[in-house]
């Protein structure tokens, strides 16, 4: 069982920069494809980025691709996701999600994310 818990989230202004990070415990962390997800009030939860077991590739939805980038620390077990020229469309509660697969080939949003974290809150004021 795999327990995954976010921090870094906060109130910004448009422009700014962030660092979220993703802190796993109760699992083989370094094995499974993980991806960050948002979910903004009244809309969906879309998914923002996913970064192979071994940090090698890298995915990102077209909203935020050039201004986010994920990677990740197996010796620490955690996954970040550094986000630069915030907007106000970005506000939302960031998730993080692990696949319960180890050494998934595919790293997109399709895969089956068995382990979720509870949320880190970012506001973007413009």
């Known amino acids: 069982q795999v327990q995954l818990v976010e921090s870094g989230g906060g109130l910004m202004q448009a422009g700014d920069s962030l660092r979220l990070s993703c802190a796993a415990s109760?699992?083989?962390?370094?094995?499974?494809?993980t991806a960050w997800f948002r979910q903004a009030p009244g809309k969906e939860r879309e998914f923002v980025a996913a970064?192979?077991?071994?940090?090698?590739?890298?995915y990102y939805a077209d909203p935020v691709k050039g201004r986010f980038t994920i990677s990740k620390d197996n010796s620490k077990n955690t996954v970040y996701l550094q986000m630069n020229s915030l907007k106000p469309e970005d506000t939302a509660v960031y998730s993080c999600?692990?696949?319960?697969?180890?050494?998934?080939?595919?790293?997109?949003?399709?895969?089956?994310?068995?382990?979720w974290g509870q949320g880190t809150q970012v506001t973007v004021s413009s």
């Open positions: 999600a692990v696949t319960g697969t180890y050494y998934t080939g595919y790293i997109g949003p399709n895969n089956k994310w068995d382990y």
């Open positions: 109760g699992g083989t962390f370094s094995r499974r494809t």
């Open positions: 970064i192979s077991w071994s940090g090698g590739g890298t």
